[in-house]
């Protein structure tokens, strides 16, 4: 029952994506005397994530990395504003924001005190190089980088959890998924990882994130550094 | 023309495999009462590794990680020195030597200078699980495990350079292959990355190593100090 790794949902969990993308967006769009509910171009950016994956986890799409899907769905949310003519160069600094969003105040000191312990991973849907572009910004220290791009398929497909797990090393049952979202929980346990939940209730807004796991969960914690004392990190 | 990332050969450039395997040779097979030239045995098992390889980049047999290999080349040895009685467990200790090898002197600060300016990452035909562990025994920080694995395939095929460059989220050309190997670094610039040769001249034993690289090369260097000085890190 020993834990070796743990595996990391990174948007939403480590990284606040809403406030940060709403920043850099009216930075970028504002300029070009655009103007909107920042925030709410951010959630209508997300809300077209799951779908996108979608496509691929079901077959329709040949698997691409994150950074195109968001493009794509970039593309998208600037038709619904009736932004078409934002150029092509403003879109791609919009979308590399992604690669540099800000960590939630206990992150860098919590995976820090975590690392002392486990093998540290992400398992998130952003590929590879989205992944080292926002440890550098946030300056963590993570032994690989696993998730997404390595099984080639989306979470919350199985192959994710497992391949992550298997790049490691590690057994399933010995490595541990952390996120703050139920959803990737239940199917991480489905595939056969320890769970770890983090409250993050303020992910979509104040008082609009997970503050409790919907379902089981192997370990439930405030924030990182809580997870790492109740794992006996000090 | 600006290099972005720097992927490392590892057995050989960055460890001393040579005389790490002797001494965990010795240290584990001399309690059995075996003795043996220790030198030549590390020798004798990666006269092995080539051999392997060639079997999955020639389609003879599909991508197995390099653990694998090394399990299937340890057999082979001990056959060869009539040592067959020697058990399971300890060919798994034995096999697992390689997760611990020693760096040369100045790996550990030559990286961490060179990490100011690049991405880092092993370009190796080394696993991921095989990289993280020898990255926690010689205190290297990688932003993140590129090589064999991701690719599916061994080098010098292009493909495991290419992947290497891509997954960092560079071309080819942004990326520079850093090795003690001269055949290794012609792969990596058929496949369009930059090169840098390290001197290693006691890679096989003293005064048996490539002290100058034998084709042309962008950077050559005495050790990664001297290479980090070359490229203005300080």
Not at 150 to 160: E, F, G, L, S, W
Not at 213 to 229: E, M
Request: hydrophobic share 40%; with cysteine; net charge negative.
């Amino acid at each position: 029952m020993t834990i070796r790794a743990l595996v990391f949902d990174v948007f939403g969990t480590l990284v606040d994506w809403r406030s940060s993308i709403a920043d850099d967006a009216k930075t970028l769009l504002s300029p070009l005397g655009l103007t909107t509910d920042w925030d709410a171009f951010a959630d209508a950016w997300r809300a077209q994530y799951q779908p996108a994956m979608e496509k691929i986890r079901s077959g329709q799409r040949g698997f691409c990395k994150l950074d195109e899907l968001h493009r794509d769905n970039l593309d998208t949310v600037l038709s619904q504003l009736g932004w078409q003519h934002v150029d092509a160069s403003t879109r791609e600094k919009l979308n590399h924001c992604w690669h540099h969003l800000e960590q939630w105040q206990d992150v860098k000191e919590g995976l820090s005190l975590l690392r002392q312990s486990f093998i540290l991973a992400p398992c998130s849907n952003g590929h590879i190089a989205l992944m080292v572009h926002l440890a550098r910004h946030n300056h963590w220290h993570w032994d690989a980088i696993t998730g997404a791009e390595i099984a080639r398929d989306y979470k919350p497909q199985p192959v994710v959890y497992q391949a992550s797990a298997a790049a490691l090393g590690c057994a399933p049952h010995e490595t541990m998924m952390v996120a703050a979202h139920s959803d990737d929980l239940k199917a991480a346990a489905h595939a056969g990882l320890k769970t770890a939940f983090i409250a993050r209730p303020d992910e979509h807004g104040p008082g609009l994130g997970e503050s409790v796991a919907t379902g089981p969960v192997d370990y439930s914690a405030k924030n990182l550094i809580d997870l790492a004392k109740q794992l006996g990190c000090q």
